[in-house]
């Protein structure tokens, strides 16, 4: 229903930023709650941040409240994370997801997903 590609990820020094953006295509962009994830080596796969359908409302992970912002422009069908204030503990291969705005937000269940961007952080 909807395909999800992520770009922007790279290397970059501790303190540095990064914005990776996340580009859809079929369905209706806006019709998706839209969300990031992100799974670093020997880890499992942990929730980012969250956007809702419309961009009215988000949700982030405590790990990364005040440095990341989310955000959505539906008429590029385009989400977006902004990374400041990078640490090393933020390496990880970062996804994003999209599901059904008939689910409450944040939803329980996100059933598409981009193949994902490497981030790492040096120190």
């Known amino acids: 229903q909807v395909q999800l590609v992520e770009s922007g990820g790279g290397l970059v020094q501790s303190g540095g930023s990064l914005r990776l953006s996340c580009a859809a295509s079929?369905?209706?962009?806006?019709?998706?709650?839209m969300g990031w994830f992100r799974q670093a080596p020997g880890k499992e796969r942990e929730f980012v941040a969250g956007?809702?359908?419309?961009?009215?409302?988000?949700s982030y992970a405590d790990s990364v409240k005040g440095r990341f912002t989310i955000s959505r422009d539906n008429a590029k069908n385009t989400v977006y994370l902004q990374m400041n204030s990078l640490k090393p503990e933020d390496t990880a291969v970062y996804s994003c997801?999209?599901?059904?705005?008939?689910?409450?937000?944040?939803?329980?269940?996100?059933?598409?997903w981009g193949q994902g961007t490497q981030v790492t952080v040096s120190s």
């Open positions: 079929g369905r209706t962009f806006s019709s998706y709650h």
């Open positions: 956007i809702t359908w419309s961009g009215g409302g988000t």
């Open positions: 997801a999209a599901a059904s705005r008939a689910w409450s937000f944040p939803p329980s269940k996100y059933g598409f």
